[in-house]
């Protein structure tokens, strides 16, 4: 008898109803959190998209607001695409794609224009009468004439720009810098940074953001060739920390990484809040992840935690927001405890977070296995030879199977990790937080053990388990 939970996530956003993809317009304005997102209202697969809208005061805590943009003129009858949120005069525009089908082939006959929409109250917005703001005539020679999509609206100095997602045509992805006055007129500037061939052929969801001294770079590139261990998804979300020179419209780097190595993490976006916080959040699902709440839930797509975005040279750092911590409840804890083979915690559960710090001593591997049944288990082990985390959900369950792995080096020969379970997502922040590996399961709501191991010998220094109320 196979029970099967819903799958609902207990302290991640998601939308009440229906199909969620890419955040949208996440900004703090007048002193709150709004988050937009990819929407279908109307069942759990992608359709004509709408813009869903959320308000919050803490970024874990979330109150549902009216649909705030739909596809309903002539330049987003094919949907309202990704977009960001800007404040201009006091009030908070919407800058977005509108998607239009120009023929029978939905992969290949489509334009795609930006438009803009404003509010007075931060609640219902109003399309510009003038859309679209940036036409398909705008686009330089030598770019897609079909991607150019996502804008990110930005300020810098007295000058307004925006980032497009794109293409070269010839499979290179690349990023357009336009600038404005007033977010209505608008020139194109420069391709600021291209695929050198190795990572994509097209560039989705362009965010950007001073951090520190630097600036930093984020987007979603499609079709990524595999590179090793760190480069493994068809869709594997970069960042370049560099300087954005917005004179000769270049984003200046050297290197670029991934921001999450795990299975599903797509399209994330940052806002700057009233703490001078960079905070990240990003749609914890994946284009080619199965996604098996659309059978029956109704319901598919969910965001991760919101992160911290911090430096550390030109490596980012990122950890769950503090607020999080205010939903910590019934603690259980171990200390200073020798692992050898399995151990079986006298705690279960299936939304929580572990706090583990394990020192590694003589140990070939070791690890914790979490939501755990007879049949079903999801690992995460550390092996000393490679150097080596592995987060694996072969046996986790009805949804997407896989291992990912990707090097990471103990800090005083010891290992910490933050995880954050719930329901159907599994969250891990490795040491200071470089590496973070974000995934999907779907396994039995029975299955809801938590067990240690350990090949050879080491030491739990510490262990708390907390579940998010
Ligand atoms: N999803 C949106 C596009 C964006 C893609 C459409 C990224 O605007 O490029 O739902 O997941």
Redesign the pocket.
């Known amino acids: 008898h196979q029970l099967r939970s819903d799958f609902r996530l207990h302290y991640h956003f998601m939308s009440e109803y229906g199909w969620m993809?890419?955040p949208n317009g996440f900004i703090h304005y007048n002193g709150t959190y709004h988050l937009f997102y990819?929407y279908y209202p109307y069942e759990a697969k992608?359709g004509p998209?709408h813009w869903g809208h959320a308000v919050s005061g803490d970024l874990i805590r979330w109150e549902h607001l009216p649909v705030a943009l739909a596809p309903d003129e002539a330049y987003d009858q094919g949907?309202c695409?990704?977009?960001s949120a800007i404040e201009h005069e006091g009030r908070l525009y919407l800058m977005y794609?509108g998607?239009v089908e120009t023929g029978p082939d939905k992969d290949r006959d489509y334009r795609q224009e930006q438009a803009i929409a404003v509010s007075e109250d931060g609640v219902t917005f109003v399309k510009w009468k003038d859309n679209p703001v940036i036409a398909a005539g705008a686009i330089p020679l030598g770019v897609s004439r079909q991607d150019f999509?996502?804008p990110k609206v930005f300020k810098r100095g007295d000058a307004y720009y925006a980032l497009l997602?794109s293409n070269d045509g010839a499979g290179h992805g690349l990023i357009l810098l336009y600038r404005s006055a007033d977010l209505v007129h608008w020139e194109y500037v420069n391709v600021i940074a291209k695929s050198d061939g190795t990572l994509g052929d097209n560039w989705?969801?362009p965010d950007v953001f001073a951090l520190g001294s630097k600036d930093v770079l984020m987007m979603?590139p499609q079709r990524v060739p595999a590179q090793g261990d760190d480069y493994c998804n068809l869709h594997s979300t970069t960042y370049m920390v560099g300087h954005l020179d917005t004179d000769d419209g270049r984003f200046h780097y050297d290197a670029y990484y991934p921001i999450d190595y795990g299975f599903d993490f797509?399209?994330p976006q940052t806002t700057i809040d009233a703490q001078g916080r960079r905070v990240m959040i990003a749609?914890m699902d994946m284009?080619e992840s199965l996604m098996p709440t659309q059978q029956g839930h109704h319901w598919a797509g969910a965001m991760t935690v919101p992160r911290e975005v911090l430096t550390d040279g030109d490596r980012l750092v990122f950890k769950p927001v503090d607020e999080i911590e205010a939903y910590r409840q019934a603690p259980y804890e171990l200390s200073d405890v020798i692992l050898k083979g399995e151990r079986v915690l006298e705690t279960q559960g299936d939304r929580y977070e572990l706090k583990v710090v394990i020192e590694a001593k003589g140990a070939s591997a070791f690890g914790i296995k979490l939501r755990t049944s007879g049949r079903e288990e999801t690992v995460l082990s550390y092996h000393a030879e490679e150097r080596q985390f592995r987060f694996n959900r072969d046996r986790s369950g009805i949804g997407p199977k896989g291992e990912r792995k990707t090097s990471i080096e103990l800090e005083d020969g010891k290992l910490s990790l933050r995880i954050f379970v719930d329901v159907s997502s599994v969250e891990v922040f490795l040491g200071k937080g470089h590496k973070v590996m974000t995934g999907r399961i779907y396994p039995n709501e029975q299955a809801r053990g938590i067990a240690l191991f350990s090949e050879g010998e080491c030491r739990v220094v510490s262990l708390t388990k907390w579940d998010i109320g």
């Open positions: 993809n890419d990819q992608w998209m949907g695409f990704s977009g794609t998607h999509r996502d997602g989705e969801c979603s797509y399209a749609w284009w």
